[in-house]
């Protein structure tokens, strides 16, 4: 059978027409950090490329958390996508609440996301949400307060260094606190950090047989360490300060440390944005000489929920969002360091990205974090920062406001970790561990 060229390009024409008539109102749930919200700004690409629109559920970490999981529990329906991370897809992926990402295009180059991303956002081997960034946790450091302490900081500093440089490059007469750490309640927030840092301290939240492990030396030392440091030389209300908080007192020039996500290196060098942009440095997450640093393994991601009538419209979104076009877009318009990091195995490939003072140190931090063997003791769970099961997420919800009460001197660690061992184990009971 033949098909002559002016029938090709009559079926061209027929399916631009039928793509512009079938042009869909997406709604997007994700949360309000710079990345998401660049995003915002370029959607106009999308539109021009699919004749797509999109409406965009802006939350903040917490909320965004809970409004997600209460909607597809529910079946709510409210979202075309979701931004969702690497505990809740493998989960909802294995209740067959996600739609599987198992027909991308062969030019979207699945194979090219990083490994540890796509295996922590896959259930079963299939991929249910494509990272928009993948990120780690490391050191981002005052390279002018450091030098005026008389220290250097090491590629891959213990924790009592930290605490030590934390106590020296603390000015209180110019409102300068050596160390900003997250303290907020959520397990996606304080709790994330706390978890981590455990880690290195050979805490783990569960031994082999799901028994609670807060009635330990070593959970005991963690919160110690973490108070002590944080009320020699932290900011006031370190409590309920999360990533957004400390981001904004470092870029004030606030914070003499800040231990948190590797994605925030574009953000505290960017001069439009950061008053400390010139003199910011970058080393590992801490650790205690025990074998295991306390940085985590995170990806923010686009997943479609199950029963969506908008898939391929959705799915349409994903591809551009979380595609190599969608790094150069960003570095054509706002340069290479500000593209989402972490996901494409083909970024650290590149030279011109590479050239970013904090690429090699973010891909450093993403490689040495295993959720596989995160804890010093054998543990039951996979996870760095979180225990990949259920009812993890409302466990350590409430774990984490305990925590952050005794930062706040509201109740004492002791009292801290009882409670937390407490509801712990109940809630493991009452869920048939």
Same mark, same amino acid.
Not at 137 to 151: F, N
Not at 404 to 430: F, H, P, R, V
């Given at each position: ?18 793509a ?44 965004? &958390?809970? &409004? ?23 989960i ?49 450091? &005052? ?17 009592d ?33 706390i ?109 479609i ?12 979104f ?9 790094i ?16 494409r ?28 063997n ?60």
């Amino acid at each position: 059978m033949t098909i002559t060229v002016r029938a090709l390009l009559g079926a061209t024409a027929l399916c631009s027409a039928a793509a512009i008539a079938n042009a869909e109102t997406l709604t997007i749930a994700t949360v309000n950090n710079g990345d998401m919200i660049r995003m915002q700004g370029l959607t106009d690409d999308f539109t021009a490329k699919t004749g797509h629109t999109v409406e965009w559920v802006t939350l903040e970490e917490n909320v965004l &958390r809970q &409004r997600v999981t209460t909607d597809i529990s529910t079946k709510g329906g409210a979202f075309d996508i979701m931004t969702i991370g690497m505990y809740e897809t493998p989960i909802w992926g294995a209740n067959g609440w996600l739609v599987p990402l198992n027909n991308l295009s062969a030019e979207y180059d699945v194979a090219d996301i990083l490994p540890a991303m796509a295996g922590g956002l896959s259930h079963d081997g299939t991929l249910y949400a494509a990272p928009f960034y993948g990120e780690s946790s490391m050191i981002m450091y &005052r390279t002018d307060l450091m030098e005026k302490a008389g220290l250097e900081m090491p590629a891959a500093p213990t924790w009592d260094f930290v605490r030590e440089a934390a106590a020296k490059m603390t000015d209180r007469a110019n409102d300068i606190n050596g160390i900003c750490l997250r303290g907020k309640a959520g397990w996606g927030e304080g709790g994330a950090f706390i978890t981590a840092m455990s880690n290195s301290f050979g805490a783990r939240w569960f031994d082999m047989d799901w028994n609670a492990q807060f009635d330990t030396e070593a959970w005991h030392n963690t919160l110690t360490f973490f108070k002590g440091m944080m009320d020699e030389s932290g900011p006031a209300g370190y409590a309920s300060n999360g990533f957004n908080e400390n981001l904004s007192l470092f870029q004030q020039g606030k914070c003499g440390m800040w231990i948190d996500a590797t994605v925030a290196a574009s953000f505290v060098t960017n001069p439009n944005d950061s008053t400390v942009a010139d003199s910011v440095g970058f080393a590992l997450a801490p650790d205690n000489g025990l074998g295991k640093r306390s940085n985590w393994l995170w990806a923010w991601a686009l997943a479609i929920p199950a029963g969506s009538q908008k898939v391929e419209a959705a799915t349409q979104f994903i591809e551009w969002a979380t595609s190599k076009g969608y790094i150069e877009l960003v570095a054509s318009k706002e340069g290479w360091a500000n593209v989402p990091p972490g996901a494409r195995t083909s970024l650290y490939q590149n030279p011109e990205y590479m050239a970013v003072p904090f690429a090699q140190m973010t891909l450093d931090s993403i490689l040495s974090a295993d959720p596989l063997n995160a804890t010093v003791e054998e543990a039951p769970y996979v996870g760095v920062q979180f225990a990949a099961i259920p009812e993890f997420a409302g466990i350590a919800t409430e774990v984490s406001q305990e925590f952050s009460a005794a930062y706040a001197g509201q109740q004492t660690i002791e009292e801290a970790l009882a409670k937390a061992q407490a509801l712990t184990n109940d809630a493991m009971e009452a869920a048939g561990y």
